[in-house]
């Protein structure tokens, strides 16, 4: 089991910047690719970006892409969601997910491990 824990959600008026970070824990592997999804009320869970065990291959959805970025430190196991010029429809719960062979995908189904999420609210 690969377990993962998110922080770094919180409250930030529009414009401003978070960093989520993403945790895991557990069973050591070396080929997992990360990403990051997210869940407003009432929606469906969405894509919002990926990134490859080396970190070389990364992929974003349109509605983030140039104000996100994510990374990773294999080091620390952790990887990270930069947030900049954040708008109200930001406003979700972002979930960590991981999985354990390499493909750069942005499906929901295609990761097999998730964490419980961390708050971001994007005030207008």
């Known amino acids: 089991q690969v377990h993962l824990v998110e922080s770094g959600g919180g409250l930030v008026q529009a414009g401003g910047s978070l960093r989520l970070s993403c945790a895991a824990s557990?069973?050591?592997?070396?080929?997992?690719?990360r990403g990051w999804f997210r869940q407003a009320p009432g929606k469906e869970r969405e894509f919002v970006a990926t990134?490859?065990?080396?970190?070389?291959?990364?992929y974003y959805s349109d509605s983030v892409k140039g104000r996100f970025t994510i990374s990773r430190d294999n080091d620390k196991r952790t990887v990270y969601l930069q947030m900049n010029s954040l708008k109200p429809e930001d406003t979700a719960v972002y979930y960590c997910a991981a999985r354990l062979s390499p493909g750069i995908l942005t499906r929901t189904n295609d990761y097999e491990y998730w964490g419980q999420g961390t708050q971001v609210t994007v005030a207008s």
């Open positions: 990134i490859s065990w080396s970190g070389s291959i990364t």
């Open positions: 557990g069973r050591t592997v070396n080929t997992d690719v």
